[in-house]
């Protein structure tokens, strides 16, 4: 009996400090199948890090989700082209009224969704119309500005907006614009109806997703017939998959240092861009000490932001000032503002009377975030500060401590989504606590203005952030794949929220 | 023997009772919240608050756990919070993965270790039985994750002989599937072997020393015939418990294997599972593991009466 009990006990221990343990690794799954069928030479194995919880990106968070399906099964009517200019899709061409309060969208005749119906304008105004009442993420907020939809013809809708957007026409190449059918969203958790040139085969889940060529695709037919989206948490062993040809692309390098296996080897081609995941140490601006800009700018000038690079990302990245990735319109190079000088750290310390303040940097537990940590606390330590370094299980633990409750002096976390510097510094309630009605106002008068005062305003907008050291910007991801020599297609640079396969061939 | 076995049934159900409230507490306890990580960093307060309420997360605890456990008695596990599709299928799908992994890797086990074991025993005066001692010392102070990253790393990236990762279900592709499965198998087995062998080792080494053992060298049976007839079956019954302990060992094990070799088993689905704080998933696959350790202890109970019936009379 005695023994029956501690044999329990000790079973009951293991499984609760493995779970202990694994609860400090992020992420989700991985694995592996056969190749999928079909001609090997039109099969195409990309290697990815982050599964899909679900299929349903109306419902779950995530940027997994659109990496697989926007451009391939959904397509939108407008979409995002690789030097991020907004092209044509389902709408052939839209017009804008002067008062930049109307499009008018002239759409495809021939599209049909993977179900067999016809896409339509009905189908058009239904997608739009239920981001506002079905959808659940906080992406749904793009179409707050949308004030009637109305379908002119099977061919033609007419958007308008409560006031002028320039925003929202982007946002329509996101995943908020991908276009349903009306009677294909029964079951988008497993089952996505979409018009695009790829249609869902096989996810065999905690392994991987296939998508096969969509044969009566209404565009160009993509090269390959088969692709397979394989996920992998390990980035060792998502590297040994590329080596021991289990698949034919590294979607996102994982490990930059691993990357000289591959430079030198002559079978292997290594892309390298920029992305828009910016790596931000954030300060907590509604908190003292980071009430006091002398206090923030101290933070910056202490940062050798090349060396801190060059230690915790391999090198590899784009050194940037501000939270504008150099592929958006408005980017100016603002890296000259905060120059590292350690003699300017320590005087706007003393002079703020906060040497010695103890400062706690809460950071998720990511690689690139923890690597980082380290080196920010003893580059700030050198300039006087003291520094407390937490690591917090990503995404639950950091998401409750530093998101929602704000309990941090300072975090790293690389803010992915194109376009945000609005969503991480446009609203005081924002983790990042910054409240600045010159940066809102800039904001603002960007989205409602023309081309041109967007242009002005979001400069204007940038620079304002990063001379109010809001934040540091410690630097820019890279854009990093590694491919099978032979695959062309693949993009320099990641503009979009999606691995667009349409591009893609094997020569 | 009646007796024996409702004996042994009471304290079956017992500690699945305190496993439950275990494993319950455990999981309300877990910092994070649920709800925020599947709506993501931008969701609205209002939209998290009512989500939480769909998972039923606002009602008091003890009332969750009487549903979760009622469920589980009903064999009705519930729905993934993060997926939202049905639990049961999902374990059964994984436990497919896990159970070739673990039973190949048991196989393995026992294959090495009974007769490596009974000749270090018979040799413990030898030098071979020594160096014998001494490797199996080592292969116990490797973790099998270590194991698996050398094997990967010698026999996949160097060698090309074997995939370094995956999982191929045998009815797809049986030959890519005993490939794939050669080497996490091994890493398993070899680490669990090398736990055995010292098991076997000792018990042997205490059968040796048996009156009944020098009666059949007397009778001229040479050692290794001799512990074949007369020893084996005594020495069994400590190795049959240790075999008993292992097999959580090696489920617990199989976790991390499956992360280093790529492999979409129960540890995998439990890895997410906690990372997404799909509270649900993870209470029902931890349950399933302490249900079929208890299980296996269970039966492991009721095996020594089969390999020793001086256990029958019920003392011990």
């Known amino acids: 009996m005695r023994h029956q009990l501690t044999r329990t006990a000790t079973v009951l221990i293991a499984i609760a400090s493995t779970l202990a343990a694994t609860s400090c690794a992020a992420g989700s799954s991985t694995a592996v199948t056969s190749k999928g069928s079909g001609d090997a030479n039109q099969t195409l194995t990309v290697g990815l890090a982050a599964e899909p919880a679900s299929l349903d990106f109306t419902k779950t968070d995530g940027a997994a989700i659109p990496q697989v399906l926007l451009y391939n099964v959904y397509d939108g009517l407008v979409k995002l082209n690789n030097s991020g200019e907004i092209t044509p899709d389902l709408a052939t061409a839209w017009k804008v009224s002067t008062d930049r309060l109307t499009y008018t969208f002239d759409l495809v005749k021939d599209a049909k969704f993977s179900n067999g119906q016809t896409f339509s304008a009905e189908d058009a105004a239904f997608s739009i119309n239920r981001v506002k009442t079905d959808w659940t993420i906080s992406l749904k907020k793009s179409m707050d500005v949308v004030k009637e939809v109305k379908v002119v013809s099977p061919t033609q809708l007419q958007v308008t907006l409560s006031k002028p957007s320039n925003n929202w026409l982007y946002s329509m190449t996101s995943r908020v614009g991908a276009m349903f059918s009306k009677t294909g969203v029964a079951n988008l958790a497993t089952a996505p109806i979409g018009t695009g040139p790829y249609t869902l085969k096989n996810w065999n889940r905690g392994d991987s997703i296939t998508l096969q060529r969509n044969d009566s695709y209404w565009g160009k037919k993509p090269f390959f017939q088969t692709v397979n989206f394989k996920y992998f948490k390990d980035p060792t062993a998502l590297n040994n998959a590329l080596l021991t040809g289990t698949i034919n692309v590294i979607g996102t390098v994982q490990a930059p240092e691993s990357l000289a296996q591959f430079t030198n080897n002559p079978k292997y081609d290594v892309i390298q861009g920029t992305s828009n995941g910016e790596v931000v140490l954030s300060f907590n601006n509604s908190k003292a000490p980071f009430t006091d800009k002398r206090v923030r700018q101290a933070v910056r000038y202490a940062i050798d932001h090349k060396a801190l690079m060059d230690t915790c990302w391999a090198g590899r990245g784009t050194l940037i000032g501000s939270m504008v990735p150099p592929t958006d319109p408005w980017y100016e190079d603002l890296t000259g503002l905060y120059p590292y000088d350690l003699a300017k750290a320590k005087s706007l310390l003393q002079e703020a009377g906060k040497t010695g303040v103890t400062l706690r940097l809460r950071v998720p537990n990511l690689p690139y975030a923890v690597s980082c940590g380290q080196v920010v606390k003893s580059q700030l330590e050198q300039a006087g500060f003291k520094v407390q370094l937490d690591q917090l299980e990503f995404p639950a633990a950091w998401l409750t401590t530093v998101f929602t409750n704000a309990d941090y002096d300072m975090s790293i976390i690389s803010h992915v989504e194109p376009r945000d510097i609005g969503t991480v510094f446009g609203s005081p309630s924002y983790y990042t606590r910054y409240n600045n009605p010159a940066f809102q106002q800039a904001l603002t008068a960007a989205d409602q203005g023309t081309q041109a005062q967007q242009l002005v305003e979001m400069k204007k907008a940038a620079r304002l952030l990063s001379e109010d050291a809001a934040a540091d910007w410690l630097f820019l991801q890279p854009n990093l794949m590694v491919a099978d020599k032979g695959i062309t297609g693949l993009p320099k640079n990641a503009i979009a929220e999606s691995f667009d396969l349409s591009p893609l061939a094997r020569a | 023997m009646t007796l024996r076995l409702i004996e042994r049934i009471a304290v079956l159900a017992a500690s699945l009772a305190v496993s439950s409230i275990l494993v319950f507490g455990f999981m309300s306890v877990l910092p994070g919240d649920p709800a925020r990580v599947a709506l993501g960093v931008n969701a609205s307060d209002q939209s998290v608050a009512s989500l939480r309420a769909e998972f039923g997360l606002d009602r008091p605890l003890v ?190 094990g199989a976790v991390v294997v499956e992360r280093v070799f790529v492999i979409p088993g129960l540890g995998s689905l439990l890895l997410d599972g906690v990372s997404s704080r799909d509270l649900n998933l993870v209470q029902d696959v931890v349950m399933f593991l302490v249900v079929a350790v208890l299980l296996v202890n269970f039966v492991v109970d009721l095996l020594y009466v089969v390999i020793d019936p001086r256990m029958r009379a019920g003392g011990r």
């Open chain 2, 63 to 252: 009332s969750q756990y009487f549903s979760w456990v009622g469920g589980l008695l009903r064999l009705h596990l519930g729905d993934s919070y993060i997926s939202r599709a049905p639990i049961g299928p999902q374990i059964a799908d994984r436990l497919q993965v896990t159970l070739w992994l673990v039973i190949t890797s048991m196989v393995i086990a026992v294959l090495i270790a009974v007769p490596i074991g009974s000749l270090m025993a018979v040799w413990h005066r030898r030098i071979s039985g020594l160096v014998l001692s001494a490797a199996s010392q080592v292969g116990v102070a490797i973790p099998a994750f270590l194991a698996g990253i050398l094997l990967i790393t010698v026999f996949a990236v160097h060698l090309g002989w074997l995939p370094a990762n995956g999982w191929t279900p045998p009815a797809q592709n049986p030959a890519m599937f005993l490939k794939q499965l050669a080497l996490p198998a091994l890493s398993l087995g070899l680490v669990q072997a090398a736990v055995l062998t010292r098991y076997v080792r000792s018990s042997v080494l205490d059968v040796l020393r048996e009156d009944y053992m020098r009666t059949a060298r007397a009778k001229g049976l040479r050692p290794m015939p001799a512990l074949l007839r007369h020893g084996l079956r005594n020495a069994s019954v400590p190795v049959v418990t240790v075999l008993g302990l292992q097999l959580a060992t090696l489920l617990i």
